[in-house]
């Protein structure tokens, strides 16, 4: 494939590290990448934890510094793209001009899953997925002393601890029955329970919020759906993510769950391709079913597959997914999928926060869950790339270590 232009629609991780693949691999055409957030290209993880807590200064977010993108001759544009004209392949954006493409990916991510209940339109509540929204959270963070985080994934895990950590009175809230319940094993789930408790959390599952109550346009409580009414002169939630599909969408191209993409992470046309938290792809891990995984590992490791591809050296894209979450003084790091497993063996002493969970579905294993063991992480992630060997039985036998085992084994 002879390539002299290649558009890339959306800035974040997935988009940025195609461009920056792109040219590394010594792609001479031209690359657009079309930014709809003001100011350089930035990593998100960090805005629910390290940056509300004045650890890391905004311009250390940046993927790389505004020379990266003249040295590396990558046309940087703030605009929104609205249309695509498949047949012509162009581009349309928002500030009218038209982007030609030899080929076009699309990276356009999720946004957050709106609050939708009476009062959401109070001062006080935020949802955390861009920088503009952490900036309006710090200041208030610092000063508030009944907070409420609905949803107890990841994202409102995180915060938790952090509004915890500066004094604050939090309740979390989730329709679930344990915290991180679409992530993680129940044993996994339990340890970080009994941790956020301990710092003071105060956890409420089996609910939801039947409204917000003001005063004067600010948020001062919320009622559950069980009729408490809990303080609150700030809410956070973090109730999952929809895909940005409407540009696909209104193209004519596949959707299912996102913007559904083959093993090659190619769109249903040819000259359009999908990665990252919008591209719901063929997940080996996951049985062939076809998967949409929201972490930056899948973005950067999709991103790269795609460039390779460009650049003419196709292979199927088969990383092994894996996340990670930072809570407290708690580093969970995760390498495949849980989903559907069936028995788990526990390594380490889970008295010192030092310990992993390995999930198994029909005896072999599907993932390792490691909480500060990044050893059991590494190992984990070099096991579950390869053909399915480990079984719950070998794992279960006394003084069992993952990474010597791991070492063992190696082809």
């Not at 590394?24 to 509300?52: C, D, M, T, V, W």
């Not at 311009?59 to 047949?87: C, G, K, V």
């Not at 604050?168 to 329970?193: C, E, N, Q, T, Y």
């Not at 919320?222 to 969408?249: F, Q």
Request: proline residues 5%; contains cysteine.
């Amino acid at each position: 494939m002879s390539l002299s232009s290649v558009v890339i629609v959306g800035a974040g991780q997935a988009g940025f590290q195609v461009a920056a693949s792109l040219r590394q691999g010594g792609f001479s055409g031209h690359i657009s990448l079309i930014n709809n957030e003001p100011g350089l290209p930035y990593q998100r993880p960090p805005l629910s934890k390290a940056y509300l807590l004045g650890k890391i200064a905004t311009s250390n977010l940046a993927f790389r510094p505004e020379a990266f993108f003249d040295q590396q001759q990558i046309e940087l544009l703030q605009d929104d793209a609205i249309t695509i004209d498949r047949q012509n392949r162009h581009v349309v954006l928002a500030s009218g001009k038209s982007l030609q493409y030899d080929h076009l990916v699309l990276a356009t991510g999720a946004h957050n899953r709106p609050l939708s209940v009476p009062g959401d339109d109070l001062q006080g509540v935020f949802g955390i997925k861009t920088l503009a929204d952490a900036d309006a959270l710090a200041p208030r963070v610092k000063d508030a002393r009944n907070v409420v985080v609905i949803g107890s994934g990841f994202i409102g895990l995180e915060f938790a601890a952090v509004a915890a950590a500066l004094g604050a009175s939090v309740h979390v809230i989730d329709l679930g029955d344990r915290p991180m319940a679409r992530a993680v094993s129940s044993d996994m789930a339990a340890v970080f329970r009994q941790t956020h408790e301990s710092w003071g959390v105060q956890f409420h599952f089996h609910q939801g919020v039947t409204r917000l109550i003001g005063e004067n346009g600010q948020i001062t409580a919320i009622e559950t759906t069980d009729g408490k009414v809990l303080p609150a002169e700030l809410l956070v939630y973090g109730i999952g993510v929809i895909p940005n599909i409407t540009i696909a969408n209104e193209a004519g191209l596949a959707i299912e769950n996102g913007i559904k993409v083959d093993a090659n992470l190619l769109t249903s046309d040819p000259h359009i391709s999908a990665i990252g938290d919008v591209a719901c792809f063929p997940c080996i891990q996951n049985e062939g079913e076809h998967t949409r995984i929201e972490s930056v590992p899948n973005a950067m490791e999709q991103a790269r597959t795609l460039a390779s591809r460009l650049l003419g050296n196709a292979k199927p894209f088969d990383a092994v997914p894996w996340f990670w979450t930072d809570q407290g003084n708690l580093k969970l790091q995760i390498a495949g999928l849980s989903t559907g497993y069936d028995s788990t063996v526990r390594l380490g002493s889970e008295a010192t926060q030092q310990f992993s969970v390995l999930c198994f579905r029909k005896g072999q294993l599907v993932a390792v869950e490691s909480c500060n063991r990044p050893g059991d992480h590494l190992a984990g992630k070099k096991i579950l790339s390869r053909p399915p060997e480990l079984t719950s039985a070998e794992a279960s036998a006394p003084d069992f270590d993952l990474k010597i085992w791991e070492l063992a084994h190696r082809p």
